[in-house]
């Protein structure tokens, strides 16, 4: 027996429609695409990933070559256990030599699976078979390996369509059933909805059958939120348990409580023909069902021509919120329902069409899958398949955000790379399309920018906003620029808006001329941007104090801007001097002369030169070029002190005599060539002096005189009367101060005191005149010598004469 793999990875790229150019469109590729069966027909019902990032697939074949290892009989449960990239894992078949067919499969907590169907046989695998078809539920490890089965049923034909897991550790099984014996303890009339609620061994907990007096078939159950449970089907009564019928099958709804019991039932359709297949409950605990139609009145928003897909959503009550239909003019029918991470649909099944929503068909029937938002707008559509018939029995979104459908194909071409008999078993991996590119977050530019929009692709086809069709787009202009790209027919738009920023005006203003001295602040006048000065630094003014030029760049909302300025400075030459001094007779010519300037002295005269002859202060006013500057000088002309020496001075011959020449900021040279201001004298004489100041020499001498020369005292006076020398005194040669004279006999008395140089001694002592002969004096007296005063006294003999 051989045992063949037959896979393809056709990286090819499906297409979303662009039914509305305002929204971004979805493109999605085909990761892998793989058929699974023999010669004969398989078919996948169901597929769920596990908890390892596989799948789990369940349905039937009738082979037993090429994947299918063995078969009990005419059709087995085929469970498939396919690894991320869709490899065989493992597969199982379970069943007896009659027909069995799985429909829905679960992976349940322990790693393993729970599989629901239907099941003639009664024998092989089948335990338990109470009649016709029964429900067969089967429990297997995760290997495959079956662990339990139960056969549940009556007499006559009963089928599960879905089996889920509950939050009780159990399972809810839900289908449809002509019995009311065996495991089953009621029917209304033909087939009825059937949910039974199993625990975790598979052993029957309750049994409920709903429905009329016609066929209902209840294919999906939900358990709710409540912990109750809700049943999805179509109902083709309008008595029992069902409360209307608005014309041939309906959708009907039936809420059951935890333990069964009906709570409420709802009908929906038109008076066509209504199916329901699939049902989800969605995060609003609203209730969404998908299926097909033939209606276009009543709860049916219209029909597009045979067959069409129909999705409406209800809220927890049952109470219809919206309807939708899609498709064309030929049959379309959804066989599943799925729910993204974001609460949008998948829908899955077939189509017939080319036309209305369905935008191509590869030939008889082709698997169809559509995307739709939340409140059920139709987002994209995509076909697949290949020339014979292809449908989705079951579709869901995988972990990572791809999608994966499951079902049947009878094509060898297109999405498919072969075929190994009648129908395989078909499972096909979608996955974002790697047609993704972004122009970017909207920006803005700078006056004078360009922005290079590039969106290369391979084959691919552009449409830009303006019609042109490059893969590159140059943008100089603000607006808002877009693209459409198409890769093989799918299309997909990116849209930026560009802005562009004025040019912002940095004006330091006009080239300039200062004067020496000033100071210019630069200011940029922008307000919250940055600043590059020509000397590094960023604050945004610059004070200015030397010429050159100066530049700044400033950058402000990404963009640079730049100005210029030169700036010049204008230095008048202008300088008197320092104040100085000149000797008499000199002459102080001041010549402050420069190109082109003007001037203004302090006497209003206007010459470049002043001739300075006398001492004062002095100043000029010099203009050029606007700019003014002002310098002043004193000058003084040095005049001769008002003494140096004096004319003449007395030495003693017991102490010298100091000559003191000082005057300020002076130097000095003595006769006999010293230098200091002062000169000590110790014998009479003429000592000169020559005192410089300020550069200008002045001379002058000093007559030292004889200390006896200031008070002359007579040895002997004759006061006779005759007017000659009838007086004894002294004769002053200076100034003479605090003058005493004495005059002694020879025995000591005071015979005449004085006090003035011109009272003199007669001779007489209280009116008697003396005798002739020797009398003792004594003279004190103070005296000024070369500017101080001094002291002396004199003492001696006089002789009287008549």
Not at 141 to 151: E, M
Not at 158 to 175: C, K, L, P, W
Request: proline share 3%; hydrophobic share 35%.
């Amino acid at each position: 027996m051989r045992n063949i793999l037959h896979y393809a990875f056709l990286f090819l790229t499906a297409c979303i429609p662009s039914f509305l150019f305002s929204q971004q469109k979805e493109c999605i590729k085909i990761d892998w695409s793989r058929h699974y069966g023999g010669t004969n027909q398989e078919i996948a019902n169901d597929i769920q990933q596990t908890q390892d990032g596989g799948y789990i697939v369940a349905g039937f074949t009738r082979s037993v070559d090429f994947d299918v290892a063995s078969n009990f009989g005419s059709a087995d449960y085929w469970i498939l256990k396919l690894d991320t990239a869709g490899q065989i894992e493992w597969e199982k078949t379970f069943g007896g030599t009659d027909f069995d067919i799985a429909t829905s499969v679960v992976q349940t907590p322990d790693g393993g699976f729970a599989a629901a169907g239907g099941a003639l046989s009664s024998n092989g695998q089948v335990n338990g078979s109470h009649g016709a078809e029964d429900v067969w539920v089967i429990k297997l490890d995760p290997s495959g390996n079956l662990q339990w089965q139960r056969a549940i049923g009556g007499f006559q034909n009963e089928r599960a369509e879905r089996i889920r897991n509950t939050s009780d550790g159990g399972f809810i099984v839900a289908g449809y059933s002509q019995s009311k014996d065996g495991d089953l303890t009621n029917n209304n009339g033909d087939f009825d909805y059937l949910m039974v609620k199993l625990n975790g061994s598979g052993n029957i907990e309750w049994q409920r059958s709903f429905g009329g007096s016609l066929a209902d078939f209840g294919y999906d159950v939900r358990e709710t939120s409540d912990g109750g449970f809700v049943m999805a089907g179509s109902t083709f009564s309008n008595n029992g348990d069902v409360g209307s019928n608005k014309g041939l099958y309906d959708y009907w709804l039936v809420k059951v409580d935890a333990g069964g019991s009906l709570l409420w039932e709802k009908s929906f359709g038109g008076s066509g023909e209504e199916r329901a297949y699939s049902m989800i409950t969605t995060a609003d605990n609203g209730i969404a069902v998908a299926g097909s139609s033939t209606s276009s009145d009543d709860d049916l928003p219209g029909n597009n021509g045979s067959y069409d897909v129909w999705l409406m959503k209800t809220d927890a009550g049952g109470n219809l919120l919206w309807s939708k239909n899609f498709g064309g003019s030929s049959e379309d029918r959804a066989f599943s329902l799925g729910l993204t991470a974001n609460q949008e649909f998948l829908l899955a099944g077939l189509s017939v069409s080319s036309n209305g929503d369905v935008s191509t068909n590869y030939g008889s029937k082709d698997a169809w899958l559509l995307k739709l938002d939340p409140d059920g707008n139709l987002l994209w559509e995509k076909n697949f398949g290949g020339t014979s018939e292809d449908r989705f029995y079951a579709i869901l979104q995988t972990l990572d955000g791809g999608y994966v459908g499951a079902g049947l194909s009878a094509s060898g071409d297109k999405d498919l790379d072969g075929n190994n008999g009648l129908q395989d078993l078909w499972v096909l991996r979608m996955g974002p399309d790697s047609l993704k590119f972004d122009l970017g977050a909207d920006t803005s530019l700078c006056a004078g920018e360009t922005l290079l929009l590039k969106v290369a692709q391979d084959s691919a086809l552009y449409q830009w906003q303006d019609g042109s069709s490059n893969m590159d787009f140059t943008v100089s202009s603000p607006g808002t620029y877009w693209v459409e790209v198409n890769q093989e027919g799918c299309k997909t738009r990116d849209t930026i808006n560009v802005n562009y920023i004025g040019d912002i005006p940095v004006q330091l203003g006009n080239d300039t001329v200062l004067c020496q001295g000033e100071t210019l602040v630069l200011d940029t006048g922008i307000d919250g941007a940055s600043y590059n000065w020509k000397n590094g630094t960023s604050a945004p003014t610059l004070p200015v104090q030397f010429p050159g030029t100066y530049w700044v760049e400033v950058t402000k909302d990404g963009c640079q801007f730049f100005d210029t300025i030169e700036v010049g400075f204008i230095t008048v030459q202008l300088d008197l001097g320092k104040d100085t001094f000149l000797c008499q007779g000199q002459l102080l010519p001041l010549n402050v002369a420069q190109p082109d300037a003007a001037y203004r002295w302090q006497d209003g005269s206007t010459n470049p030169t002043y001739n300075i002859a006398e001492s004062g202060l002095y100043w000029v006013e010099a203009g050029l070029g606007g700019c003014v500057k002002t310098d002043s000088i004193i000058v003084t002309f040095q005049t001769r002190p008002d003494t140096i020496l004096a004319d003449f001075a007395y030495i003693c011959e017991d102490e010298g005599i100091w000559l003191d020449a000082s005057q300020p900021a002076a130097s000095y040279t003595w006769q006999d060539g010293s230098t200091n201001p002062k000169y000590k004298a110790v014998v009479p004489g003429k000592y000169s002096v020559e005192v410089t100041i300020h550069g200008c020499p002045f001379s002058d001498e000093v007559e030292l005189r004889p200390c006896e020369e200031c008070l002359y005292v007579p040895n002997v006076f004759s006061p006779n009367g005759d007017g000659i020398n009838d007086l004894f005194q002294g004769f002053p040669g200076c100034e003479i101060l605090n003058y005493r004279l004495l005059v002694f006999d020879r025995w000591g008395s005071l015979l005449f005191e004085s006090f003035q140089p011109s009272s003199g001694w007669d001779g007489n002592f209280k009116g008697k005149k003396m005798d002739i002969g020797a009398y003792a004096f004594l003279i004190g007296f103070d005296y000024i010598n070369n500017n101080k005063v001094k002291h002396q006294q004199r003492k001696g003999i006089v002789n009287l004469l008549r």
